[in-house]
């Protein structure tokens, strides 16, 4: 096992990278969108309608602005536990009347949660649409929260990390990671909890949760695919337009990192693991904190280093010298906090772990010292913007793209210019972020290891 495939935090960002991957250079474009719309409810619920006829499907998602930074102290894990609880009866519905609801017409319903927000989503049929409205509507105000309730969905959470976390060594690695990185910031703390609090959660906790968070004026609206900005507005009104508007949230204020000055190592061995692997972090900022163009900087410097069979990693590391099995470099700028800048590889076979990292190192350097050529920016950029085109044929991942921006400081505006922010972007950006945030003495190094220790 190596950490080639580190978790993602952010579903928008593994979309568009997905998209990007799965697009053949001579695809035709997609036709371009009708505008994008946003407007306010009444009680101060944000709508956003995205367009797009050629599919009769329409995806609806209602973002919360709250996640698990957001928890209090001591209460890890509550905000992905009432992800669950959201799933159970109303005063209004049975348990199960809403899950049956979307299987009895085809369509399809999920949710997730990170650490900036909370996102529920159906894909239907459009003459759908109103139902699904008025059940999401339902349970944003009127769960039915009983000890019973709670009791039996807080084991489901426990097992729920028994198996994809403590199961996992890789899991467990990337948690001590992320506590290592923050040393201060609620990033720190996993988002599905420490095993030790999730076991304290009561419906006490629930219920204050719930009162605080979800409510209209701290939701986004989100509606892609086969529809227009005045039927989502109508249908909007008649449901979620009769949700009483809720307390004022205060500003998403969070504990600010103090200055890093130290390189760290964080080292995992496990018998289950049969090839070893590294991956380094660095704190960056997000689109949200960052100076202006810098996280476009770095969102390129990700793809040229290690975006994909194209980049310098994956041209060096595999195609050339055959030190490594699997390569790359991920910037997770959708936060609304500073965020991180990750590289990673596992070597062809057991041994070479130590080549392997050097080698990486030596790639960042380079870039570091001589810069990117004007070739292979411009080519990054167009694999970045192209990213976003195809991404239209994808009413999901339009939601997706833009509930994440949302609630996480972000506007419409932001989105639609993306692309223009990504072509500005110069070369000597590109060195100057890498110079900046890329520091072997402000690091993070994760290995993985078989149990036997390294073979490198």
């Known amino acids: 096992m190596s950490l080639a495939a580190q978790p993602v935090r952010h579903l928008a960002t593994a979309l568009l990278l997905l998209l990007l991957s799965l697009a053949p250079a001579f695809a035709e474009a997609p036709r371009p969108q009708e505008r994008v719309e946003n407007f306010l409810l009444g009680n101060g619920m944000e709508v956003v309608v995205i367009p797009d006829h050629r599919a009769p499907i329409v ?72 139902g699904m409205m008025g059940l999401e509507a339902d349970r944003m105000r009127n769960l039915t929260l009983t000890d019973d309730v709670i009791a039996t969905e807080r084991d489901v959470v426990l097992e729920e990390r028994r198996s994809r976390i403590e199961g996992d060594p890789q899991s467990l690695l990337s948690e001590e990671v992320q506590a ?70 205060p500003p998403r204020l969070r504990p600010i990192e103090p200055e890093q000055n130290t390189s760290r190592t964080v080292t995992m061995a496990d018998p289950r693991v049969t090839i070893p692997g590294f991956a380094k972090y660095w704190l960056a900022p997000s689109y949200r ?19 994909g069979t194209r980049s310098r990693l994956y041209q060096q590391l595999i195609v050339k010298s055959d030190l ?30 130590a080549k392997l990292e050097a080698a990486v190192d030596a790639e ?58 990504i072509e500005a972007v110069t070369a000597e950006q590109v060195k100057a972020a890498a110079l900046k945030y890329l520091k072997p003495d402000q690091s993070v190094t994760a290995y993985l290891l078989p149990a036997a220790g390294t073979s490198n």
């Open 180 to 249: 290592t990185l923050f040393q201060n910031h609620p990033y720190r703390v996993p988002v599905i909890g420490w095993m030790h609090e999730m076991e304290q959660l009561n419906r006490e906790d629930a219920v204050a949760f719930y009162d605080r968070y979800y409510t209209p004026n701290n939701a986004v609206l989100v509606v892609a695919g086969d529809v227009d900005a005045a039927t989502v507005k109508r249908l909007a009104e008649e449901t979620y337009g009769k949700v009483a508007r809720g307390p004022d949230l």
């Open 59 to 130: 995806t609806h998602m209602v973002w919360y602005k709250v996640g698990s930074a957001d928890e209090p102290p001591g209460k890890s894990g509550i905000a992905h536990f009432f992800e669950h609880l959201m799933f159970k009866g109303t005063t209004n519905h049975k348990p199960g009347e809403f899950d049956a609801a979307v299987a009895e017409i085809g369509g399809d319903q999920n949710a997730f949660t990170s650490y900036d927000y909370t996102a529920y989503f159906q894909t239907v049929a459009p003459d759908a649409l109103g």
């Open 324 to 353: 490594a099995a699997g390569t790359g470099a991920f910037y997770d700028g959708t936060a609304l906090d500073e965020t991180s800048f990750v590289v990673h590889g596992s070597p062809r076979g057991p041994d070479g772990l």
């Open 364 to 421: 960042i350097v380079r870039i570091q010292r001589d810069g990117v050529s004007a070739d292979e920016l411009d080519r990054a950029k167009n694999r970045l913007v192209r990213s976003m085109i195809f991404a239209r044929d994808n009413p999901a991942g339009m939601a997706n793209m833009y509930g994440a921006a949302l609630t996480t400081g972000n506007t419409v505006e932001d989105v639609q210019q993306w692309p223009a922010r």
């Open 289 to 307: 904190t960052a100076e202006p163009g810098e996280a476009e900087a770095m969102d390129l410097l990700s793809e040229i280093l290690g975006g």
